[in-house]
């Protein structure tokens, strides 16, 4: 059974580009939320997709959007990159809004010069 | 402002030396608390989640436990394997994300 995916590993860009990140749940999970954290920082909630809808979102920038596919995968896209954007970006995906147990990604290191 | 405080911030045991790491919370109604296990550089792996206040639950050498205002992970003959970084999550009731806490960085040294 395969586990939450995310791509790319590792990803480096500079200042003022795009990125998008991607993931794709557990199998059997409908529901994709992303985390941000920095060094030596606990996660911290972006948003929340289901039924390809964001359902919640974090004290993030509209800089910060999202979207999920019919097969539940998703994108976390983040516009105008500053320096301070550079993170691990984790996925968690789990079944269902209201279920309790979230499923994390190995997560996609992003530096931005 | 809902708040989630793990304590210590690092922790250096030597094999076999049990210790306990704690996890205090101030949510306006708590859902579940859970506690997961991160590695450098990867995501955080799920262990336990806990619901109400004397609930306890155990996985080899890991055992967590929950009151009404915190939950402490207990470590039992600790081995170099369990050198990780563990986090603290809650959920407050209705459907709301996890709020995390910073973390407790566990070295367990040979």
């Known amino acids: 059974d395969a586990g939450v995916t995310q791509s790319p590993t590792h990803l480096i860009k500079t200042r003022g580009q795009q990125v998008t990140l991607r993931c794709s749940p557990k199998?059997?999970?409908?529901?994709v939320s992303w985390y941000q954290q920095a060094l030596g920082q606990g996660p911290q909630f972006i948003f929340q997709y289901y039924e390809e809808e964001e359902r919640q979102r974090g004290n993030f920038p509209d800089r910060f959007s999202g979207h999920q596919f019919p097969n539940y995968s998703s994108e976390l896209n983040v516009n105008a990159l500053l320096l301070g954007d550079s993170a691990l970006y984790l996925c968690a995906s789990s079944a269902g809004t209201i279920t309790d147990t979230q499923y994390f990604g190995p997560g996609t290191r992003l530096t931005v010069l | 402002e809902d708040q989630v405080t793990q304590s210590p911030e690092a922790l250096r045991l030597q094999e076999g030396e049990s210790s306990s790491l704690n996890c205090s919370y101030t949510?306006?109604?708590?859902?579940?608390l859970f506690w997961y296990r991160q590695d450098p550089g990867k995501g955080p792996e799920f262990l336990f989640t806990l619901y109400s206040a004397g609930e306890e639950k155990e996985k080899e050498r890991l055992k967590a436990t929950l009151t009404k205002k915190e939950s402490f992970l207990h470590i039992t003959a600790p081995k170099p394997e369990d050198s990780a970084t563990y986090l603290c999550a809650v959920r407050i009731a209705g459907n709301t994300p996890l709020v995390f806490g910073k973390g407790t960085r566990l070295s367990v040294i040979a």
């Open positions: 949510v306006s109604g708590l859902r579940g």
């Open positions: 199998s059997g999970h409908d529901t």
